[in-house]
């Protein structure tokens, strides 16, 4: 054998071993995108059950919305104006309710809140039960909304508004959701009591062929997705179908040449009262590759990238949510 060479067999084994090697990290990463979203999935499907059930017991009061009328013989809440007068330390049990400027009728209005007072119980159990839950709240064609916890409602909200121009109202509606069931609303927005960005869940309700209601589970992202990631070993993302950045490890998101986080850390960064969530987009990357990645990935449905150029970055693995236009992504840096 000449000095310097590798015997062929050897050679082929080397070839043989390296791309083993990689089969089996692909697919592992890959397993471990499934395990995430499928964590993220399942907690999602059960709210999924929780809103269609306080959607169908709506439903049951509007059906009945004549015999709960005639057995009220007092009002559980009173008003100043718009807004019901309770305050939010006032009795823990209570919404904020409130009958907007732009009603069509208040008096219709005045009787749709008295009969449905019953869901505040079941917006308080719901709140009790799930930590991930922000507030819940029901929104109708009568400009009537109740929210629960109660909040500073005078001070926040405008009652010249009109609920049904808003995404939380017309996202349900039957042009975009046919199916009338659970709704996502998959653009994020920043809670203003300071809880961090929000995901919304919908659901219709129907009073004979017209939408009548809208009830909603205001959803804490960091809560929803960020624990899960935290039980798998790796950096991971969680992105939008537009590549906005709803969840990720520190390493992941700064080593994509994303904006610096504030002390090293997402949830406090995306609590911090400058954050927006365009400036962690995909696209909006410093770097080509990341951006290339990007479009590979949310364009073009593959499911891996090779990076050449960024040095310390070796590839990435990408899968797709079936419940959700949301995307897992694990980076992997070189050793």
Not at 267 to 280: C, H, M, P
């Amino acid at each position: 054998m000449k000095p310097g060479l590798i015997p062929y067999y050897i050679f082929l084994l080397l070839i043989f071993s390296c791309s083993e090697d990689k089969t089996h990290s692909l697919s592992e990463d890959k397993e471990k995108l499934t395990v995430l979203i499928s964590s993220i999935e399942k907690q999602g499907n059960v709210l999924m059950e929780e809103i269609d059930l306080l959607a169908d017991f709506y439903d049951s009061l509007v059906r009945n919305k004549k015999d709960i009328l005639r057995k009220i013989t007092k009002d559980k809440y009173q008003f100043t104006g718009s807004y019901s007068s309770n305050t939010p330390d006032s009795d823990s049990l209570l919404s904020s309710v409130i009958i907007l400027s732009t009603t069509p009728d208040f008096a219709k209005a005045r009787d749709e809140i008295r009969y449905t007072n019953g869901l505040d119980s079941l917006f308080v159990n719901l709140y009790n039960k799930y930590d991930l839950i922000t507030q819940l709240y029901s929104n109708s064609k009568l400009q009537t909304s109740r929210v629960y916890p109660a909040y500073d409602v005078v001070n926040i909200l405008d009652p010249n508004m009109d609920v049904t121009t808003f995404n939380f109202f017309y996202e349900a509606d039957l042009a975009h959701n046919p199916e009338k069931g659970p709704k996502w609303i998959l653009d994020p927005y920043v809670d203003p009591a300071g809880k961090g960005w929000i995901l919304s869940l919908v659901h219709p309700v129907y009073e004979n062929i017209n939408l009548s209601a809208v009830v909603g589970i205001d959803i804490t992202i960091d809560n929803f997705i960020q624990k899960f990631m935290e039980d798998l070993d790796g950096n991971f993302l969680i992105v939008t179908g537009k590549g906005d950045i709803v969840g990720g490890n520190a390493t992941a998101i700064e080593g994509l040449s994303m904006p610096p986080l504030k002390n090293h850390v997402y949830r406090e960064t995306i609590q911090s009262d400058n954050f927006r969530i365009s400036d962690y987009n995909l696209f909006s990357s410093k770097s080509k590759e990341v951006r290339e990645m990007a479009k590979i990935f949310l364009l073009e449905n593959q499911d891996r990238f090779e990076f050449q150029e960024e040095s310390f970055l070796t590839n990435a693995v990408c899968k797709r949510f079936s419940l959700i236009d949301w995307y897992a992504i694990k980076i992997n840096f070189d050793n």
